[in-house]
């Protein structure tokens, strides 16, 4: 199998949080092999860089010439280029070779400590010029544009004039700002486009803008588009700063290899979620059990927290005649109602990872008692105001037992449908639970 190369640019970080261990992380993370050339080494930790010792540019060139002359590199992205003649050489080679640069214009490390000579900033406004993508933070991007930003308007108005530098496209970073959505702007042809997501953490990381960078290089030789790159290295980032590592003393780092674990366990869920699905509906006893508002299934990923954490049904499983029809396909966030029975569950028992929700009849119910399953109900006449329903009344029903049952039912309440909710380890082990229940019910 022919894997895609991507090459970093960039320093070495002794602590191996940022710089080119980032990069190398993030790649193979991403299923691209990654090549290196250093362009500077650092003494450092999660506290702080000790010490700095920039690489001759003519060696920097050397590396890239080697790397060059054996693999077939299109995509390379630049991380710490400290002075002026390592800025040249790179620039040089860049053309040389007809590389595809996504340029993260380091300035400054996590800790603080500066990474960029001050009379290099201009050289590393010249080697825009040759960047299919630059990535600044607010930081950077407030020195490449020339003024303060504040605002989504500042930082639409810094895109538009750091492109005069000549990149392709520009990605101004929104991490910086305050407040609980994190707000990325891309100016690409003349256009604005924003990525939205709700902020992981206020605490500062170390590595975040190397792997988010280095995630949208690897997005790109794999022949993804520039939108759809960007938009995957942010759930990259995001797994990898929300499992970010307790190492050192200082700054924690963020956990690449935690990424590549949650984006391997959402395929494992979307794909165990269809497979359960079309079980259900292919199978005609199934129609049987359908509630008014359709079924739907979902498996939480592990630690999962909240319902876009849950892979369900974009639509349901509803009742055509005699027959079940899937009317959706599994999706992070599918199902709030399912999800939240599910993370619920998942609070007294964290082997519970999926649900299921079927139509409640008393024969049903017996049922379900004859078969041996354990079973618990809460009174939804007895909710109270502004609770979600499947967070109180899950919780009612496991407090009503002591454990987390098989079985969750509630007998309706006046404009609420009755309802029966399956629970298990698995989306195929609730399917074939409600299966049994099915062919066992006239």
Not at 99 to 104: A, E, F, G, T
Not at 223 to 230: K, V
Not at 325 to 344: C, D, E
Request: charged share 25%; net charge positive.
């Amino acid at each position: 199998m022919k894997v895609p190369c991507a090459l970093t640019i960039a320093g070495s970080d002794s602590s191996g949080g940022a710089g080119v261990q980032a990069d190398l992380k993030t790649f193979a993370a991403l299923g691209v092999h990654g090549l290196c050339v250093v362009t500077a080494i650092t003494a450092q930790n999660t506290r702080g860089v000790d010490a700095t010792f920039e690489l001759p540019p003519e060696f920097v060139t050397q590396q890239l010439d080697t790397i060059m002359r054996d693999f077939e590199v299109e995509w390379a992205k630049t991380g710490m280029l400290s002075n002026v003649g390592i800025i040249r050489a790179v620039k040089a080679g860049a053309k040389r070779y007809r590389l595809h640069l996504i340029v993260d214009p380091v300035m400054v490390s996590a800790t603080g400590a500066p990474l960029l000579r001050e009379d290099a900033l201009e050289a590393l406004t010249k080697l825009l010029a040759r960047a299919e993508l630059v990535t600044p933070n607010v930081p950077e991007a407030e020195r490449l544009a020339g003024f303060k930003i504040r605002s989504k308007a500042d930082m639409r108005r810094a895109a538009r004039t750091i492109s005069k530098l000549g990149p392709q496209a520009v990605l101004v970073k929104g991490g910086h700002l305050k407040g609980r959505e994190v707000v990325d702007v891309l100016y690409a042809g003349r256009k604005f486009k924003e990525f939205k997501s709700p902020r992981v953490t206020s605490q500062p990381t170390h590595g975040t803008g190397c792997s988010f960078a280095s995630a949208i290089t690897a997005e790109l030789a794999k022949r993804t588009n520039l939108h759809e790159a960007i938009s995957n290295a942010r759930e990259f980032i995001e797994g990898a700063i929300e499992n970010r590592l307790k190492v050192g003393k200082g700054v924690m780092p963020v956990n690449q290899m935690a990424a590549l674990f949650l984006s391997a366990e959402k395929g494992r869920a979307l794909e165990e979620v269809w497979q359960a699905a079309q079980l259900l509906a292919e199978d005609p006893e199934f129609a049987k059990l359908l509630p008014e508002v359709g079924s739907n299934i979902a498996m939480a990923l592990p630690g999962a927290e909240k319902t876009s954490d849950v892979v369900g049904l974009s639509g349901r499983i509803v009742r055509v005649g005699d027959r079940a029809r899937l009317t959706g396909f599994p999706k992070l966030g599918g199902s709030k109602h399912v999800a939240n029975l599910v993370l619920t569950a998942m609070g007294y028992d964290r082997r519970i990872r999926a649900g299921l929700n079927i139509r409640f009849s008393e024969g049903i119910l017996r049922l379900c008692k004859k078969l041996g399953l354990s079973v618990s109900e809460f009174d939804r006449s007895r909710e109270p105001r502004d609770v979600k329903t499947m967070v109180w009344g899950t919780e009612r029903a496991i407090k009503k037992i002591g454990k987390v049952p098989q079985v969750i039912f509630d007998r309706g309440a006046p404009g609420k449908e009755a309802m029966i909710r399956l629970l298990g380890d698995s989306p195929i082990e609730v399917a074939k639970l409600a299966l049994r229940v099915a062919r066992s019910f006239d």
